[in-house]
């Protein structure tokens, strides 16, 4: 069985850091691509970040590109999304997800993380 495990929200203030954490257990991080989402307040779910299993480049939203980086620790079959330079539109529940290599849909969803960013 596939959990996927958020830790690491809070509330931070506009130009502060925070590191998300994602604890994967049923799945290896290397052998499926990873993602973080968000939702932020009253807008529909909307993608952070995807990290493909091959090594490609990670595909960043415009919106945190050179703000937001995401990286895996194999070793604790982890990952992390590094939060830096915080903007209050970045206030939303966070999530972790995963998909299969022979799926297109992300299918593996954690319950996701708050962040709040107040100005």
């Known amino acids: 069985q596939v959990k996927l495990s958020e830790s690491g929200g809070g509330s931070v203030q506009a130009g502060g850091s925070l590191r998300l954490s994602c604890a994967a257990s049923?799945?290896?991080?290397?052998?499926?691509?990873m993602g973080w989402f968000r939702r932020r307040p009253g807008k529909e779910r909307e993608k952070v970040v995807v990290?493909?299993?091959?090594?490609?480049?990670?595909d960043y939203a415009d919106s945190v590109k050179g703000r937001f980086t995401i990286s895996k620790d194999t070793t604790k079959n982890m990952i992390y999304l590094q939060m830096s330079n915080l903007k209050p539109e970045d206030t939303a529940v966070y999530y972790c997800?995963?998909?299969?290599?022979?799926?297109?849909?992300?299918?593996?969803w954690g319950q996701g993380t708050q962040v709040t960013v107040s100005s």
């Open positions: 997800a995963a998909r299969s290599l022979v799926r297109a849909d992300f299918h593996y």
């Open positions: 049923g799945l290896t991080v290397t052998q499926s691509d």
């Open positions: 990290l493909s299993w091959s090594g490609a480049a990670p």
